[in-house]
């Protein structure tokens, strides 16, 4: 069954650092583009960043310099650092074939004094 799995999500205090990750089961293959995608309170799903196969990555603007993204085969990491209050929402990981998109269930950080 075609899957992902997300882990390492939590809570941490401002400046703090957390590392997701996601790894897609061995059934989904082909897959070109991985990426993390967020969606705080009240607020619609945005793009994090994304790598693409050749490992070029694309960052939204209020993460860029504190959160870095890498894959490795099936595996999606997403390491963040500096930790800010407004980073707080649920995180998504994404990976795209050619042919369809596979999102995980969310992952909860919650970033708080």
């Known amino acids: 069954q075609a899957q992902i799995e997300e882990s390492g999500g939590g809570s941490v205090q401002p400046g703090g650092s957390l590392t997701l990750s996601c790894v897609a089961s061995?059934?989904?293959?082909?897959?070109?583009?991985m990426g993390w995608y967020r969606q705080g309170p009240g607020k619609e799903r945005d793009l994090v960043a994304t790598?693409?196969?050749?490992?070029l990555a694309n960052y939204r603007d209020s993460v860029k310099g504190r959160f870095t993204i890498s894959r490795d085969r099936q595996m999606l990491t997403l390491q963040m650092n500096s930790l800010k209050p407004e980073d707080t929402a649920v995180y998504f990981c994404?990976?795209?074939?050619?042919?369809?998109?596979?999102w995980g269930q969310g992952i909860q950080v919650t970033v708080s004094a």
């Open positions: 061995r059934s989904i293959t082909g897959i070109l583009v």
């Open positions: 790598v693409a196969l050749n490992n």
């Open positions: 994404k990976m795209s074939t050619r042919d369809r998109h596979y």
